[in-house]
């Protein structure tokens, strides 16, 4: 099975209420070959919410007890993004998901970038918190663009 982020199949479930749609990734949706993921509601979010960013470093480091994610209004969600990491984990591993395709730039999903914590649109190398205990966990992360190029 693979699983995708939520909002690349086309689900408004990104904090500001839109999708990401890749029109591949919803095939294989409406193909029955993929399920999705969006593991900041499963971490207790709605949508819409404010957006978030990893401030002092990356996922791995959030993972660690090294950096917080913090939202737009300064409050500490990072016991959210956790507790969805570890949901979206739990998923992962009764679906034996062989792949997990994740959108890129999220402080949840990006598996190569994201932001830097400052809210000024400006990206570091690393990954989101669920991206990062995934890979921990030996499960393939990819973002929508390594999939394009890899299978597409
Ligand atoms: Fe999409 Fe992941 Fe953000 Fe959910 S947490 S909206 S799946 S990028």
Redesign the pocket.
């Known amino acids: 099975m693979i699983l995708v982020?939520?909002?690349l199949a086309g689900l408004e479930?990104?904090y500001n209420g839109t999708h990401c749609l890749n029109s591949k990734i919803s095939k294989l949706v409406e193909e029955n070959k993929a399920m999705t993921?969006?593991?900041?509601?499963l971490g207790g979010f709605s949508t819409p919410r404010e957006p978030a960013e990893i401030i002092g470093g990356n996922g791995e480091d959030v993972l660690d007890g090294k950096a917080r994610v913090v939202d737009q209004t300064g409050k500490d969600v990072t016991q959210l993004y956790l507790k969805g990491a570890f949901a979206a984990l739990e998923k992962a591993k009764e679906l034996h998901a062989h792949i997990v395709v994740?959108?890129e730039n999220?402080p949840?999903?990006g598996s190569s970038k994201i932001y830097n914590g400052k809210f000024i649109g400006e990206k570091i190398e690393g990954m989101g918190v669920t991206s990062a205990l995934l890979m921990r966990n030996g499960i393939k992360v990819i973002s929508e663009e390594q999939f394009a190029e890899t299978f597409l």
Not at 37 to 41: D, G, H, N, Q, S
């Open positions: 982020s939520s909002c479930v990104r993921i969006c593991p900041e509601l994740l959108k999220s949840s999903c």
